[in-house]
Nanobody, 119 residues
Framework: QVQLVESGGGLVQAGGSLRLSCAAS????????MSWYRQAPGKQRELVAT???????NYADSVKGRFTISRDNAKNTVYLQMNSLKPEDTAVYYC?????????????WGQGTLVTVSS
C-alpha cells in the first residue's frame, strides 16, 4: 500500500507565498509522474502542475510563472512552491502520483491540504 501525505497549506494574503509538500510512504519501488491538483468550492478538480521522473515539468496556464513543482526522489517527496498568490488560487490542493509497485503501477492520491488566499 502507498500513502501520500500533503502539508504546508494555510491562510495567506494575496501576493504571498506558500510551499506545499507531499511525502510518500509505504511499499513501492519508485514514482513516475507526480502532480498537484486543486479543487475550488463548487468547481471541478483541475491539474495544476506535473513533474516526470526525469524532471520535466508542465503547468496550467493559470499558474505559469508563479508556481514551481519539484521533487526529491531520495525523500520520495514532491513540492509545490506557490508565489504571488491570488484569491482565485484558493482551493484544496491534492498530491497525485503513479507509483511503481511489485505488480505494476498504481495511482495514488493524498488527502488534500487547504490553501486560502485572502484579498
Amino acid at each position: 500500500q502507498v500513502q501520500l501525505v500533503e502539508s504546508g497549506g494555510g491562510l495567506v494574503q494575496a501576493g504571498g507565498s506558500l510551499r506545499l509538500s507531499c511525502a510518500a510512504s509505504g511499499s513501492f519501488r519508485s514514482f513516475n509522474a507526480m502532480s498537484w491538483y486543486r479543487q475550488a468550492p463548487g468547481k471541478q478538480r483541475e491539474l495544476v502542475a506535473t513533474i516526470t521522473s526525469r524532471g520535466v515539468t508542465n503547468y496550467a496556464d493559470s499558474v505559469k510563472g508563479r508556481f514551481t513543482i519539484s521533487r526529491d526522489n531520495a525523500k520520495n517527496t514532491v513540492y509545490l512552491q506557490m508565489n504571488s498568490l491570488k484569491p482565485e488560487d484558493t482551493a484544496v490542493y491534492y498530491c497525485n502520483a503513479e507509483a511503481v509497485v511489485a505488480v505494476g503501477y498504481v495511482e495514488v492520491w493524498g488527502q488534500g491540504t487547504l490553501v486560502t488566499v485572502s484579498s
